[in-house]
């Protein structure tokens, strides 16, 4: 029988959004590319990990997450799914915290190798820092 090998592949979105207010904001998102190589092709694999770093939290305790397929936030692959900011947070950064959404699911793309990573806080404020996602193809 023929070996079947299968790779981890990861992408991720560096940089600051700031969260006021209970609602997603469109504006509100990072972008993750699963297409790194750049070869063009339509994406196929299992998408298993949310990797959500937040830094300055002051009053929220809960961080939702949703993940599309469009820019608009309209189309899920994840429907919203909460992460619980842990009791004081990060422990050597009292205002830092982080949490991970197993995703293990098949995606196929339908016309964009980019996906969109969408947030909203249940009350306070804070800022995601990075979105990372694995998968394996």
Same mark, same amino acid.
């Given at each position: 029988m023929p070996r079947v090998n299968h790779f981890i592949r990861q992408g991720s979105h560096?940089? =600051?959004?700031?969260?006021?207010?209970?609602?997603?904001?469109?504006? &509100? &998102?990072?972008?993750?590319?699963?297409?790194? =190589?750049?070869? +063009?092709?339509?994406?196929? +694999?299992?998408?298993?990990?949310?990797?959500?770093?937040? &830094?300055?939290?002051?009053?929220?305790?809960?961080l939702t997450v949703r993940v599309t397929e469009d820019a608009g936030g309209d189309k899920c692959i994840m429907s919203d799914t909460a992460i619980t900011l842990s =009791? +004081?947070?990060?422990?050597?950064?009292?205002?830092?915290?982080? +949490?991970?959404?197993?995703? =293990?699911?098949?995606y196929v793309s339908t016309n964009s190798q980019d996906v969109y990573v969408f947030y909203k806080i249940n009350a306070g404020t804070l800022t995601v820092e990075q979105a990372r996602l694995t998968w394996t193809e």
């Open positions: 560096i940089a =600051d959004v700031a969260l006021t207010g209970t609602a997603y904001v469109l504006a &509100k &998102k990072h972008t993750i590319d699963l297409d790194p =190589d750049q070869t +063009g092709n339509r994406f196929q +694999g299992r998408l298993s990990a949310l990797y959500i770093a937040v &830094k300055s939290v002051s009053g929220a305790a809960t =009791d +004081g947070t990060g422990i050597t950064t009292a205002t830092d915290s982080s +949490g991970t959404i197993a995703l =293990d699911v098949d």
